[in-house]
């Protein structure tokens, strides 16, 4: 039988259209200050840990935590414009952005009051930079071939193996890593893994980058050695780490961040063609809007999902599948769209640079997060199709 899915028809309510021209207005400030070129996507290399700070002084960090955290009690639809606003701006989100996105909820629902107390209300001053430990040499789709082993020792657990592809690991903080306490056992392959929080600041902990065709230095080698974790840190349920990783994943997997990675091309050829298009670009530009307007109509309804306490896992794979995918033919369509553009046009040169830059950050979009062949084998399972 086909399982329910549901995409509720949300509208982002009144008090968000009033909070994101305060977003607006404050990201204004900040490019006039010169903190961040909104033209220059290359800037995702740079950390801007002031800028954290000043989006924390705002309030917009842990927004829809309890107070007694450091958090906000918004709505996930209040932090979905904000995530919005700064991803369209090309603003410069990776000290704080996953963090806010997904280790803090992971915190909230599963580490110790004291752990809490201390690393929640940093997170919402925008202080604390984390990255996110589950792929392995060996695993990635295959999150459950992890072999990176905690051992246990007195007070503690002693970490060997590594990890790969983890991103902002250079800066970060603070890791949430999945390490193997037991075997898998035959009844359940996925047994046997247990969720940690990792000091990054620690002894036993080396990170290597790895370096990308963009230029860019986004991820990196993280590999332990004899690295101590205290008992305190572990994570939810001792081998039970699989239960846990789903409900990270639908935060994973929805937000506007999924199909605006390479939405600044669009933008700079609506202003290559000016205020009066010829019918072809006028056709074209027009189809990838409502495509755009459409994703994001679903992008948004996952996020009121959220906001009624629900997991929607199916729902945020398919704005993940289709948001991605989008994003990553988006370059090759303006590209074609932009053979049309007077060569007069004033900001020619930056739509070519931009483009140059799309291209080669395009193929990584849809494997981050999940690739689409493993995102729609779990919407065909939530379909009840396998
Ligand atoms: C920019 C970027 C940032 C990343 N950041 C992080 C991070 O911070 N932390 C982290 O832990 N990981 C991170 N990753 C890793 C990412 O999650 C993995 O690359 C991804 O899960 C795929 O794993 P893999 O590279 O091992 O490929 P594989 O799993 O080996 O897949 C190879 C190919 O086989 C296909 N395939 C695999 N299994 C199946 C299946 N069951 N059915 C059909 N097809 C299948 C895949 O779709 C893919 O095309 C990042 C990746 C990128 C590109």
Known sequence: MTAALRFDPIRLPPECEVLRQEVRAFLADEIAAGTFDPHKPQREDSDAPEFSRRVGE??????????????????????????????????????????????????????????????????????????????????GSDLFAAKTK???????????????????????????????????????????????????????????????????????EVVFTDHFVPDDHMLGELDGAWKQATSELAYERSGPERFLETYYVLTELVRAVGPKPDTRSAEGIGRLVAQLHTMRRMSVSVAGMLQAGREPVVEASIVKDIGTIWEQQLPHRVRELAAFVDADASNHATLDEQLAFAIKTAPKLTIQGGTTEVLRGIIARGLGLR
């Open 150 to 220: 905690a051992t246990k020792t007195d007070g503690g657990w002693l970490i060997n193996g590594s990890k790969i592809w983890t991103t902002s690991a250079h800066i970060a903080d603070y890791m949430i890593a999945i390490f193997r306490t037991s075997p898998s056992t035959k009844e359940n392959r996925r047994h046997g893994l247990t969720q940690f929080l990792v000091n990054m600041k620690k002894p036993g902990i080396t990170v290597n980058p790895i370096a990308q065709i963009t230029g860019q230095y986004e991820f990196n």
């Open 58 to 139: 705002r309030g917009w960090l842990g927004m829809t935590w309890p107070k007694q955290y450091g958090g906000h009690e918004r709505s996930f639809l209040e932090r979905y414009v904000v995530t919005e606003e700064m991803r369209v701006a090309n603003a410069p989100t990776r000290r704080f952005f996953v963090a806010d996105r997904q280790s803090g909820p992971v915190l909230l629902k599963y580490a110790p009051e004291h752990i809490k107390m201390d690393i929640l209300p940093r997170i919402c001053r925008g202080e604390v930079c984390f990255s996110i430990g589950m792929s392995e040499p060996n695993s």
